[in-house]
């Protein structure tokens, strides 16, 4: 009986859950992220695979499967109907790794918490890869606890295939392997020493497991072994000159790749508050203002009852997230709450370890009532779910993380097509409304799209066009009492 109603739960928060992920999914036009993805997924559904925008920058599967969508039907909600396929399969994936680790309840509340996670819904509602990863590490981590744990005769076969989908997805999941491996010396299936002898153990299914990631993931980029004519100078400080060494090599497209978006995502730094400077803590920090606020008290609930009594589960889960949390810290470029959308699913689990040790007369009651305050806070914090954060992003001093998205750009796009027969804009703005708005000029334009965001995002060409210009703000754009943007007349 008690299973029954588990299940019956699940159902009612999976239905409740793709409603937020739905409604009014094309209420706004792309984003300049998914402007990015929406290229490549119509040069993929031309048959372009080699030279394809965007092609250095990002692993094949994603362009793969939005391509498959702009065939299908090509529009904002086709495509971003992928991302609310990929979050509701997390939800159900969460809810059988929460089941297997800690039974119905725990599974049940940690579901109810990833498919009403403020976070979770916005990068599901968005044509991004953010879902996708997060359903793929779920998987992973389910298919790692049964190697180390239940020894079953396959798993190694789809632990690896699933880490071959992540690495497929976006390179940013390489830190789930170094997530394993960490695990794996921990439960010493992986066993090393240096006296008297160096020697190395590896468990037979590890090394089998990375095997079938690699496989699939070259059997899904086969064209990444494409090459490409690089030019490279190397210059080094040698004593008292400057040496330097021309290299000119054919480089495959895969190697381009990597490097670009590994090497420049650690080398670069910029300038943050002191919070986000800190490493695991802003990561952390960026989540936690970014979510629903009863969060916090929840993974404090959780956190309590692990250090009380801990379980090998919990060791399990929190390994992954700490070992993810201090990777990520190596990502620089951009300290942003969507790298954390993949550990949305482990949070919740986390968030939702309390629910088991309390009074059984009142577990049914705190469910309902996490249910229904989590699903209310998301409902009321969209659409714009992009320019919402809790109230301790102004306690802390923390600025926006990410640009608005496409917030307001239905309707400044709309007030140009009825108001200006030319229009200028700096290349975020004119990124953007290119794909609804073809009247562009660099030169003596009749309206100028001026953003409120910030420089390292528009920079400061508007303000050298508007300079020694008649024009006049004719109109500003606001979203939730926001200002987004102003248009010009000239």
Same mark, same amino acid.
């Given at each position: 009986?008690?299973?029954?109603?588990?299940?019956?739960?699940?159902?009612?928060?999976?239905?409740?859950?793709?409603?937020? +992920?739905?409604?009014?999914?094309?209420?706004?036009?792309?984003?300049?992220?998914?402007?990015?993805?929406?290229?490549?997924? &119509?040069?993929?559904?031309?048959?372009?695979?080699?030279?394809?925008?965007?092609?250095?920058?990002?692993?094949?599967?994603?362009?793969?499967?939005?391509?498959?969508?702009?065939?299908?039907?090509?529009? *904002?909600?086709?495509?971003?109907?992928?991302?609310?396929?990929?979050?509701?399969?997390?939800?159900?994936?969460?809810?059988?790794?929460?089941?297997?680790?800690?039974?119905?309840?725990?599974?049940?509340?940690? %579901?109810?918490?990833? %498919?009403?996670?403020? @976070?979770?819904?916005?990068?599901?509602?968005?044509?991004?890869?953010?879902?996708?990863?997060?359903?793929?590490?779920?998987?992973?981590?389910?298919?790692?606890? *049964? %190697?180390?744990?239940?020894?079953?005769?396959?798993?190694?076969?789809?632990?690896?295939?699933?880490?071959?989908?992540?690495?497929?997805?976006?390179?940013?999941?390489?830190?789930? @392997?170094?997530?394993?491996?960490?695990?794996?010396?921990?439960?010493?299936?992986?066993?090393?020493?240096?006296?008297?002898?160096?020697?190395?153990?590896?468990?037979?299914?590890?090394?089998?497991?990375?095997?079938?990631?690699?496989? @699939?993931? !070259?059997?899904?980029?086969?064209?990444?072994?494409?090459?490409?004519?690089?030019?490279?100078?190397?210059?080094?400080?040698?004593?008292?000159?400057?040496?330097?060494?021309? @290299?000119?090599?054919?480089?495959?497209?895969?190697?381009?790749?990597?490097?670009?978006?590994?090497?420049?995502?650690?080398?670069?730094?910029?300038?943050?508050?002191?919070?986000?400077?800190?490493?695991?803590?802003?990561?952390?920090?960026?989540?936690?203002?970014?979510?629903?606020?009863?969060?916090?008290?929840?993974?404090?609930?959780?956190?309590?009852?692990?250090?009380?009594?801990?379980?090998?589960?919990?060791?399990?889960?929190?390994?992954?997230?700490?070992?993810?949390?201090?990777?990520?810290?190596?990502?620089?470029?951009?300290?942003?709450?969507?790298?954390?959308?993949?550990?949305?699913?482990?949070?919740?689990?986390?968030?939702? +370890?309390?629910?088991?040790?309390?009074?059984? &007369?009142?577990?049914?009651?705190?469910?309902?009532?996490? %249910?229904?305050?989590?699903?209310?806070? #998301?409902?009321?914090?969209?659409?714009?779910?992009?320019?919402?954060?809790?109230?301790?992003?102004?306690?802390?001093?923390?600025?926006?993380?990410?640009?608005?998205?496409?917030?307001?750009?239905?309707?400044?796009?709309?007030?140009?097509?009825?108001? !200006?027969?030319?229009?200028?804009?700096?290349?975020?703005?004119?990124?953007?409304? *290119?794909?609804?708005?073809?009247?562009?000029?660099?030169?003596?334009?009749?309206?100028?799209?001026?953003? &409120?965001?910030?420089?390292?995002? *528009?920079?400061?060409?508007?303000?050298?066009?508007?300079?020694?210009?008649? !024009?006049?703000?004719?109109?500003?754009?606001?979203?939730? #009492?926001?200002?987004?943007? &102003?248009?010009?007349?000239?």
């Amino acid at each position: 009986m008690e299973h029954r109603k588990v299940f019956a739960g699940l159902i009612v928060v999976l239905v409740l859950g793709v409603f937020l +992920r739905t409604y009014n999914l094309g209420w706004e036009t792309y984003s300049y992220s998914e402007v990015e993805i929406k290229q490549a997924a &119509d040069d993929y559904a031309k048959g372009n695979f080699i030279h394809s925008y965007y092609i250095f920058d990002t692993p094949p599967l994603p362009k793969y499967i939005f391509a498959a969508a702009v065939v299908l039907q090509d529009s *904002e909600v086709s495509l971003r109907l992928v991302s609310v396929l990929f979050g509701m399969m997390t939800v159900i994936a969460v809810f059988f790794l929460a089941k297997k680790l800690y039974g119905g309840k725990v599974a049940l509340l940690a %579901a109810t918490i990833t %498919a009403f996670s403020t @976070v979770h819904v916005q990068l599901s509602r968005y044509v991004q890869q953010e879902t996708m990863l997060s359903f793929f590490y779920v998987m992973v981590v389910y298919f790692l606890w *049964e %190697a180390t744990n239940e020894n079953r005769k396959y798993t190694f076969l789809y632990l690896g295939i699933f880490l071959g989908l992540a690495l497929a997805t976006k390179f940013i999941s390489v830190i789930v @392997v170094v997530c394993i491996i960490v695990y794996c010396i921990y439960r010493k299936q992986i066993k090393f020493s240096i006296r008297p002898n160096f020697s190395l153990g590896v468990s037979n299914w590890i090394i089998k497991s990375f095997v079938v990631m690699l496989i @699939v993931f !070259c059997a899904l980029w086969p064209f990444g072994f494409s090459t490409l004519k690089t030019d490279v100078a190397i210059s080094v400080d040698f004593v008292s000159e400057v040496r330097t060494q021309q @290299v000119s090599a054919n480089v495959p497209i895969m190697a381009l790749s990597f490097a670009r978006r590994i090497f420049t995502s650690i080398g670069a730094e910029y300038t943050n508050p002191l919070l986000l400077s800190i490493p695991v803590v802003n990561y952390l920090v960026i989540y936690l203002i970014k979510e629903t606020i009863f969060i916090i008290p929840l993974l404090l609930f959780g956190m309590y009852f692990i250090l009380k009594k801990p379980s090998k589960q919990d060791i399990f889960v929190l390994v992954f997230i700490s070992v993810f949390l201090i990777m990520l810290s190596f990502h620089k470029t951009n300290i942003n709450y969507r790298h954390m959308t993949g550990l949305v699913p482990f949070f919740s689990i986390i968030a939702s +370890r309390w629910i088991q040790n309390i009074k059984p &007369d009142w577990q049914k009651a705190a469910m309902v009532l996490v %249910a229904t305050v989590f699903f209310v806070y #998301a409902f009321f914090s969209g659409p714009s779910y992009a320019l919402h954060y809790n109230p301790i992003k102004d306690v802390l001093g923390i600025p926006d993380t990410d640009s608005k998205m496409s917030e307001g750009m239905s309707q400044a796009i709309g007030y140009i097509e009825a108001n !200006c027969t030319s229009t200028y804009a700096g290349p975020y703005y004119r990124f953007m409304a *290119e794909q609804y708005y073809h009247s562009f000029v660099d030169v003596n334009a009749q309206c100028v799209i001026k953003g &409120d965001i910030q420089n390292s995002y *528009e920079g400061g060409n508007v303000s050298d066009y508007l300079k020694g210009k008649n !024009c006049q703000i004719d109109t500003t754009v606001y979203r939730d #009492a926001i200002k987004i943007l &102003d248009i010009y007349k000239c």
